[in-house]
């Protein structure tokens, strides 16, 4: 599917951080609520418009073909947002997920059309919770590459983020579903 912007639409390149410590990685982003409210120690915040991007990240993915993507949305604005599409060079083949539990207590992963921001709220994609999956990569991805995300918002905004891909630690099934609890002005 061929991307035509709106008018009106803000492009910002948005490179974070890449000199990230290590052992910032071991609780990973969004393990608590400080680490969903403010940015953390993983990378530099980016502040587009209403919106404050943070703790962008991949771990290096243990299937070559497929990665998954990890931040927190901040939405400073007094009304409700949307990622409503994300786009990357890693692979023409990028999905909003949700990872669910269903009734039987198994983890099943779905597609969704937006991963809601809502107004003067976080929205942590982690582990367990919201992400971006990243498919059918072609050229696999080690720890210290980078890849450009582009995400799409329903306020008409449009960022894109350099995402660093980092060593991934065990912890990252304790990050939990931190999705939208978070409020802050």
Known sequence: MHHTPRPGRRTILAALALTLPMS????????SPEAAAVAGDHATPVAVE?????????????NPEVGVVYL???????VDDAVVAVRTD???????????????GASVMR???????????????????????????????????????????????EVELEVPVREMTGDAGDQGDHSEDHSHH
Request: aromatic share 4%.
């Open 50 to 62: 209403d919106l404050l991007l943070a703790d962008a990240w991949m771990p290096e993915p243990a």
């Open 111 to 157: 597609t969704v059309e937006e991963v809601p921001v809502p107004a003067g709220g976080t929205t942590t994609f982690v582990d367990g919770g919201y992400h971006v999956m990243v498919n059918d990569i072609p050229d696999p991805l080690r720890v210290g590459d980078t890849l450009t995300v582009t995400l799409d918002f329903a306020s008409r905004t």
């Open 24 to 31: 910032a990685c071991s609780g990973g982003p969004g393990s």
């Open 90 to 104: 890693a692979s023409e083949d990028a999905d909003l997920c949700r990872t669910e539990v269903t009734a039987s």
């Open 72 to 78: 927190a949305v901040t939405n400073t604005a007094e």
